[in-house]
Structures are given as C-alpha cells and as structure tokens.
C-alpha cells in the first residue's frame, strides 16, 4: 500500500542483531544534549523503529510521546577503513546548519561505546515526504510539477558545491588538491580488498575499468563540500510543496572534493525510463517518472546553472567511476553476508549487482571508443 508516511511504510521493529539498550539511550541523552539543541519532550523510555531502507549505517525512529528523534550508529561487523565516522556525519551537519538550512538539527554525539556498543547520534525528525521507487499519486505532482522537483534536487546541490567552507569551519574536512586521483586509488584498493571469489560469492575483476578510469582521470575542477550520496530517497519533501527540499540525509561519506564527481555518484543511481531490464529492476528511486530529466539533460542542466563547462570526455569518466564506486559500496556490502558478518538476506542481492555494474561500465566505455 502506497503511503506519504516514511515510518509506516519503512520502519518496523528492530532486528536483533541491531538491537540496543534503549533506556540506556534515553538515560545518556538527557544529559548529554548539545546546549543549543532542544531537549524538551524528552522524558521515558522512547519506542523504537528501525529504518529497513539503508545498507550501510543505521536508523532508527526514537518515538516519544511528543516528539521523534533519528539515532544513526555503524551496522556490526568488520567495517571498511574509514567508513562508518558518526562523529564525522554529525559534526558536517552540524557545522553546516547555518550556512545550508537543508539539514536536520543535531541533538547529540555520543562516542562512549560502553552505552551501545559504538559510537552513535541523535537528530532531529524532519516530519516530510521521503520519496522510494515512486511517487505516490497522493503528493498530487503532474509531469510539470515532477520537473520542478528534479529541478530542485539539481538546484540544491549546485548551492550545496556553492558553500563557503571556510566561513562553515569545514576546511579539515578534506585533503585538498588531488581528489580525483585519491578515489581512483582510494577505491579500486577497496574493490580489490573486498573482492569476494568461488563458485558461490565469486564477482568480477573490474580490472578493465579500473585501468581505464587510471588512464582517464581528468583534473579537478573545484574543492567544495559534497554530498557523496545525493540521492532522492535522501531528500525530505515539503508535505506542504513536495518540490521544496526540507533536509538532506546521510552525510556518512560527505567531503571536500571535485563537485563533478559529486555528480557523477548521483547519477549511478538515476535510472531512466529507457535503460535496460537489469538497471530498471534495481531502480531505488522515481527518476524513470515523466518530468523527470534523463541523465544528459542533468548534466547540461547542471552545466548552465553552476556555470561550469563540463567536455564529454570526462562527463564519461565521471559517469563511469560513479558506477565503479557504486559497485565497490555494493561489494563491500556483500563481503559482509558472504563472511557471515551479517544475515539479511537483502544484501545477498548485491553480487549480480556488482557483477551487472562490470559489464555496464566495460559496455560505456566500449560504446564511446575508449575501450582497453
């Protein structure tokens, strides 16, 4: 049954192997709330719901009598290097509240693990829309209403590339000149560490692609604070005007870096109306939807409202290597179950996503001449 509310429709009880002392929680957030968080309405023990839609870090619902709250804390398991900073996504959206209003507020960090286990934090609930694979009928948006959406998420990350880092505090939050070069590296060492063989969990090499993306990295065009998983179903929508953009979530792998990068991430995901049967089967979010732009028409739109002159050369790298990255964060999902770190059955879907996700990158690659 379709629904406008996220937590009927994507949140249940909590599994029991992410099960965690609840009063326990309730206890250390009464008296470890940042000072210019709200803490009214924060008596009892709240209910919890855990959020069943992610595959890497998790949320949950902190339902009081009269408010919501969102724990976010790492999955269990061995953990890629790097991964998983919950001081790092709070302290990004925290810092950039006043410069980006589209976060939700910060209400606490907690890096004493003896309370859960890890390090977790709590934010505020932003009470709106959060868009899966389609639109509901109900949001009452016709194809012109559709555009203006995929016109606003487009928008808001262009403002998102357009904020003064060092006015936010964010200078540290990244390495500086060299990002491109660092995630071809960065990323095809992931791949290769978490790379699963056998007949059973057995995936492909990548090692045609990664040669390729070596081969075709362009230079940096900016170093500007990006999202790293700009996505649809990370957007909450004005129930008032869902083409307005209340919050963004999951800043987990936020950064300084190339903002064309940023872009190509996103558009690993965009799944158009014309792709092939595999790539529609794994559509997550309603970018298939009439109004919505086709992948070209988002890096042109993109071009002309960031004023940023983007060769078709390199918008093939960067769609290229956000595929590859993609594969890579599927694979180091499936490295999991394929070790018995963890049990969802979900995530034994991920191998012929990373498999599928070879092939679409070696078939881009091969379809524009540059094939090894």
């Known amino acids: 049954m379709t629904t406008l509310d996220d937590v009927e429709a994507n949140a249940g009880a909590m599994r029991e192997e992410d099960a965690f002392d609840v009063a326990a929680v309730a206890q250390w957030l009464r008296e470890n709330a ?33 408010r919501d709250l969102i724990l976010r804390r ?61 639109i509901p009928p109900e949001m009452g948006l016709d194809e012109a209403g559709v555009r203006r959406l995929c016109e606003t998420a487009i928008d808001e990350l262009i403002a998102l590339h357009s904020v003064d880092v060092k006015a936010a505090g964010l200078e540290s939050f990244g390495k500086g000149e060299g990002y491109v070069r660092r995630q071809v590296e960065g990323w095809s060492a992931r791949y290769r560490k978490a790379r699963t063989h056998g007949e059973e969990h057995g995936t492909g090499s990548f ?53 064309l990068m940023d872009l190509g991430g996103a558009l690993a995901y965009w799944v158009q109306a014309d792709d092939d049967d595999f790539m529609r089967g794994s559509r997550r979010q309603p970018t298939h939807t009439p109004g919505m732009m086709t992948r070209d028409e988002v890096w042109s739109y993109y071009a002309e409202k960031s004023g940023r002159t983007i060769d078709p050369k390199d918008q093939l790298f960067y769609e290229v290597f956000g595929l590859f990255r993609l594969a890579v964060i599927a694979q180091q999902i499936y490295y999991r179950y394929a070790n018995g770190q963890t049990h969802n059955p979900v995530f034994k879907q991920f191998r012929p996503m990373v498999n599928y996700l070879e092939w679409r990158c070696e078939k881009l690659i091969g379809a524009n001449g540059d094939g090894a």
Not at 41 to 60: C, H, I, K, W
Not at 111 to 129: A, C, K, N, Q, W
Request: net charge negative; aromatic share 8%; charged share 25%.
């Open 34 to 66: 940042h000072p210019e968080a709200d803490t009214s309405a924060l008596d009892g023990t709240p209910e919890v719901r855990q959020f069943t839609g992610g595959a890497s870090n998790l949320t949950y619902l902190l339902r009081y009598p009269e």
């Open 74 to 134: 790492p999955p269990s398991g061995t953990k890629a290097k790097g991964a998983h900073d919950m001081r790092r996504e709070h302290d990004i959206q925290r810092a950039l509240a006043p410069h980006f209003p589209a976060v939700a507020p910060m209400v606490a960090f907690c890096d004493d693990e003896s309370v859960i286990g890890s390090d977790f934090y709590v934010m505020g609930r932003l009470d709106g829309i959060i868009l899966r694979q389609e």
């Open 207 to 259: 090692e045609t692609v990664m040669a390729w993306l070596d081969e075709h990295q362009p230079q940096d065009v900016a170093n500007c604070l990006i999202h790293n998983d700009y996505r649809f179903d990370n957007f909450v929508l004005d129930k008032d005007d869902p083409t307005r953009i209340l919050g963004i979530l999951d800043w987990e792998m936020a950064t300084l870096g190339d903002p």
